[in-house]
C-alpha cells in the first residue's frame, strides 16, 4: 500500500503538479510580461499625472480654493492636503477600471488567453486570481508614485501616510473586480467600456467628494458618494494622510464596505470566468 506522503509526492510530480500548486502565480507572471509591453506609457502615467495634479491644486485651482477658506482650510487642513490623497485614490480606481474591462476582454472575448489558460491545469480560481494580482501591481505602479508626489508636495503629515496608498489600492479593488465580473459577461463588444467609463467611472470622480467634502452636494446627490467606493476609500486615505475627525466606527464603515465589495467581486467573476470558460 503506498503511504500518504509517497502519493502526495506522486501527485506534486505528475504532469501540471508545478501548475496545480503555483499556478495563480504563473498568470501573475504572464500578465506582468505583458505590461512590460506597454511600459513607457505606465512610466509616463505614473510621473505625469501626479505632477499634473499639483500643479492644477496647488498652483490653479487650489490657490484660489485657499484664498477662500483662509487657514481654516478644508477638513481643518489646507486644501493641497484635503484633495490629493483623495486624487491618488481615484487615479487607482481609474487605472484599475481599465485592466479590469480591457484585461478581461482580452482573456475571455478577443484574444482569449484565459482559454488558452484554462485548457492547462490551471484551476478557475487560479486564473481569476492572478489576474486580480496583476492588475494590483500595475495600479500601485500608478498609486506609489503619486504618493510620493503628495509627499513631496507637503500633503502629508500623519506617520500613517504610507497607508493612504494601500486605501487607494483596496478602493480600487472595491470597484474593479466587480468591474471584472461584469466584463466576463460581455459576449460582443458593443460600447459597453465606453460606456463604464462615461456613466460610471467620471461620475464616481466627480460626486464621490475627491475635490470638494461630500457634504457641499445637494441632498438628492449625496448619495452616489454615501454608495461610491471611491468616497469610502477616500476618507480613509485623507484619515491615513493627516487624520480627520470622523468616528472609529465611521472609517470601520469604510473598511468593510470596501472589504465585503472585493470579497463579492472575486466570487461573481470567478462564477463568470466558469461559465465562459468551462461550457
Known amino acids: 500500500m503506498t503511504s500518504a506522503p509517497v502519493a502526495e509526492r506522486a501527485r506534486r510530480e505528475a504532469p501540471g503538479g508545478r501548475s496545480r500548486r503555483l499556478g495563480a502565480w504563473y498568470v501573475l507572471e504572464h500578465e506582468l510580461r505583458e505590461i512590460r509591453s506597454y511600459g513607457v506609457v505606465t512610466i509616463a502615467e505614473a510621473l505625469g499625472a501626479p505632477l499634473i495634479a499639483w500643479l492644477a491644486f496647488g498652483l490653479g485651482v487650489g490657490a484660489l480654493v485657499q484664498a477662500g477658506t483662509g487657514s481654516a482650510g478644508i477638513d481643518g487642513v489646507p486644501y493641497l492636503a484635503f484633495v490629493l490623497p483623495a486624487m491618488m485614490c481615484g487615479l487607482a480606481l481609474q487605472v484599475w477600471s481599465q485592466e479590469a474591462m480591457f484585461g478581461t476582454l482580452i482573456g475571455i472575448t478577443w484574444r482569449r488567453t484565459f482559454v488558452a489558460m484554462r485548457a492547462t491545469p490551471l484551476s478557475v480560481p487560479q486564473i481569476a486570481t492572478g489576474f486580480v494580482l496583476s492588475v494590483l501591481v500595475r495600479t500601485a505602479t500608478a498609486a506609489i508614485p503619486y504618493a510620493v508626489v503628495v509627499w513631496i ?3 502629508f ?3 500613517w501616510a504610507p ?3 494601500a486605501a487607494a489600492l483596496l478602493g480600487a479593488a472595491a470597484f474593479g473586480v466587480p468591474l471584472m465580473a461584469y466584463a466576463a459577461t460581455i459576449r460582443r ?3 459597453q467600456p ?6 460610471v467611472v467620471l461620475p464616481l470622480t466627480l460626486f464621490s467628494g475627491t475635490m470638494f467634502p461630500l457634504s457641499t452636494l445637494p441632498d438628492w446627490l449625496e448619495w452616489i458618494g454615501w454608495a461610491s467606493p471611491l468616497w469610502h476609500s477616500s476618507q480613509l486615505a485623507r484619515a491615513a494622510a493627516y487624520g480627520t475627525t470622523e468616528p472609529a466606527w465611521l472609517v470601520l464603515v469604510h473598511l468593510g464596505v470596501l472589504v465585503v465589495l472585493v470579497a463579492a467581486g472575486w466570487w ?3 462564477l463568470g470566468l466558469r461559465r465562459r470558460l468551462e461550457r
Do not use: E, I
Open 153 to 155: 508636495a507637503g500633503a
Open 157 to 159: 503629515s500623519s506617520p
Open 163 to 165: 497607508a493612504s496608498v
Open 189 to 191: 463588444d458593443t460600447g
Open 194 to 199: 465606453a460606456m463604464v467609463f462615461r456613466f
Open 268 to 270: 461573481l467573476f470567478v
